[in-house]
T-cell receptor
Framework: NAGVTQTPKFQVLKTGQSMTLQCAQDMNHEYMSWYRQDPGMGLRLIHY???????DQGEVPNGYNVSRSTTEDFPLRLLSAAPSQTSVYFC????????????FGQGTRLTVV | TQLLEQSPQFLSIQEGENLTVYCNSSSVFSSLQWYRQEPGEGPVLLVTVVTGGEVKKLKRLTFQFGDARKDSSLHITAAQTGDTGLYLC????????????FGEGTQLTVNP
């Protein structure tokens, strides 16, 4: 089973460039989310979605946009990359409801120079 | 905003030793999850504790949820080099649905 697939795995951007991080899941999960992971700060929620057509902001949404046109896909867009967005990004999905397991992709390591 | 504080942030021990990692908050959570993450990979769920005072065992790992559902601990008995990794606690708020709040993580290194 593929689970949660993130692409690309590595990316280097110049300041001001835009790009989209892709995330796809094949488990028919309604809930999907994007996190960034920085040293000593755990995982911080950027945006999340409870189903197709519905998105909401997390803890650190500034500089990022998301959309959810299908249940399977949840892309994360950086409109104008900044060095502060250098991080490792994780996409996760889970079934709706309480106490459910979050399934994570392998992550995208992004460097903004 | 609900916060989870993990301690210690770093832990380096010898194989065979025991250790405990703590996850504390001033907020009440409906459940606490523990994840383990290896380099270059995403976190993987180890356990979910739901009831205050609950204790769950997974081989040499023992997880406890505080009576007030504000804190949790992970105890590893006779650590092995294969236990090396980043351990993350994550809390689900009483009204946040599937939204998780993560602690800062504990980087565990078990030396041979």
């Amino acid at each position: 089973n593929a689970g949660v697939t993130q692409t690309p795995k590595f990316q280097v951007l110049k300041t001001g460039q835009s790009m989209t991080l892709q995330c796809a899941q094949d488990m028919n999960h309604e809930y999907m989310s994007w996190y960034r992971q920085d040293p000593g700060m755990g995982l911080r929620l950027i945006h999340y979605s409870v189903g197709a057509g519905i998105t909401d902001q997390g803890e650190v949404p500034n500089g990022y946009n998301v959309s959810r046109s299908t249940t399977e896909d949840f892309p994360l867009r950086l409109l104008s990359a900044a060095p502060s967005q250098t991080s490792v990004y994780f996409c996760a999905s889970s079934p709706t409801g309480m106490n459910t397991e979050a399934f994570f992709g392998q992550g995208t390591r992004l460097t903004v120079v | 905003t609900q916060l989870l504080e993990q301690s210690p942030q770093f832990l380096s021990i010898q194989e065979g030793e025991n250790l405990t990692v703590y996850c504390n908050s001033s907020s009440v959570f409906s459940s606490l999850q523990w994840y383990r993450q290896e380099p270059g990979e995403g976190p993987v769920l180890l356990v979910t504790v739901v009831t205050g005072g609950e204790v769950k065992k997974l081989k040499r790992l023992t997880f406890q949820f505080g009576d007030a559902r504000k804190d949790s601990s992970l105890h590893i008995t006779a650590a092995q080099t294969g236990d090396t990794g980043l351990y993350l606690c994550a809390g689900e708020g009483e009204t946040s649905g599937s939204r998780l709040t993560f602690g800062e993580g504990t980087q565990l290194t078990v030396n041979p």
